[in-house]
């Protein structure tokens, strides 16, 4: 028996898999700009390396802030963490005409924006499969 998986179904599963446990970079206080851990660094090693047969494979990393700040400067802060993070990818191999960058600013908390703990978690850059 043959089976026949096109082009189009991979990209589709990879997409899946990874879009289920993405790379997530965190950054500290009013900052764009940070250490990469080592299990980040390999997801972006694996990534690019399973992207690069795929001429239509598309990133986009979304930037975001906790609540502290204007809602102007947290755009701005949310922006320039995604493009820190696709730098990161280019650097890495990843076609930069590939990749979009966007700010959520404070818009979309993943936690509670009143304690130490919840905003160190909304300081992130997040990678996602277009």
Do not use: W
């Not at 690019?48 to 502290?68: M, P, Q, R």
């Not at 890495?92 to 936690?111: C, D, H, L, R």
């Not at 703990?117 to 499969?129: E, L, S």
Request: hydrophobic share 35%.
């Amino acid at each position: 028996i043959n089976f026949k998986v096109s082009v189009a179904d991979n990209l589709a599963k990879i997409k899946s898999d990874y879009n289920a446990d993405p790379i997530v970079v965190l950054f500290n206080y009013n900052k764009y700009e940070t250490i990469v851990g080592a299990e980040n660094q390999q997801k972006v090693t694996n990534l690019v390396t399973a992207l690069k047969i795929y001429e239509n494979a598309e990133l986009v990393i979304i930037g975001h802030t906790d609540s502290k700040g204007t809602d102007a400067k947290n755009k701005i802060l949310g922006e320039n963490r995604a493009q820190f993070v696709k730098n990161i990818l280019v650097k890495n191999g990843f076609n930069a005409e590939k990749i979009k960058t966007e700010s959520k600013g404070e818009e979309e908390p993943v936690a509670d924006n009143t304690t130490d703990q919840g905003r160190a978690k909304n300081r992130r850059a997040i990678v996602h499969i277009k």
